[in-house]
C-alpha cells in the first residue's frame, strides 16, 4: 500500500523561504512521477509543480515559476519542494502525490492522480 508522508510545512514571514519534504513508500519510485498541490482556505485544490521520475523533467503553475523548485531523490524515495520569496497568497495545505504518468499532473487531467499525501499547512505572514 503506498504511503506519501510530507514534512516540512510551518510557519513563515512574507519573503522567506520553506523546503517540504515527502517520503513515498510502498510502491517503486522510480516508476512514478511525482508532484505537489495545494488547497488555500475556501478555494479548490490547484497544481504547484511536478516532476517526471527521473527528474530531467519539471512542470510549474505559472503562479510559482521562478520561485518554486521541485527536485526528487530516488536513492531516498523523497519528492522535494523548495519555496523561496514566500508570499501570503501561498498559504494552504501543500499535498504530496505520485501516478505513474508524469501527463497526469497536466492541467488538462482535472488531478487525475494516483496517490496523494495528506497533506501539510504552509502559512505565510505579511
Known amino acids: 500500500q503506498a504511503q506519501l508522508v510530507e514534512s516540512g510545512g510551518g510557519l513563515v514571514q512574507a519573503g522567506g523561504s520553506l523546503k517540504l519534504s515527502c517520503v513515498v513508500s510502498?510502491?517503486?519510485?522510480?516508476?512514478?512521477?511525482t508532484g505537489w498541490f495545494r488547497q488555500a482556505p475556501g478555494k479548490e485544490r490547484e497544481f504547484v509543480a511536478a516532476?517526471?521520475?527521473?527528474?530531467?523533467?519539471?512542470y510549474y503553475a505559472n503562479s510559482v515559476k521562478g520561485r518554486f523548485t521541485i527536485s526528487r531523490d530516488n536513492a531516498k524515495n523523497t519528492v522535494y519542494l523548495q519555496m523561496n520569496s514566500l508570499k501570503p497568497d501561498d498559504t494552504a495545505v501543500y499535498y504530496c502525490?505520485?501516478?505513474?504518468?508524469?501527463?497526469?499532473?497536466?492541467?488538462?487531467?482535472?488531478?487525475?492522480?494516483?496517490?496523494w499525501g495528506q497533506g501539510t499547512q504552509v502559512t505565510v505572514s505579511s
Open positions: 516532476i517526471n521520475w527521473g527528474g530531467g523533467n519539471t
Open positions: 510502498g510502491l517503486t519510485f522510480t516508476n512514478y512521477a
Open positions: 502525490a505520485a501516478d505513474e504518468y508524469y501527463s497526469d499532473f497536466f492541467p488538462s487531467r482535472k488531478q487525475n492522480v494516483e496517490y
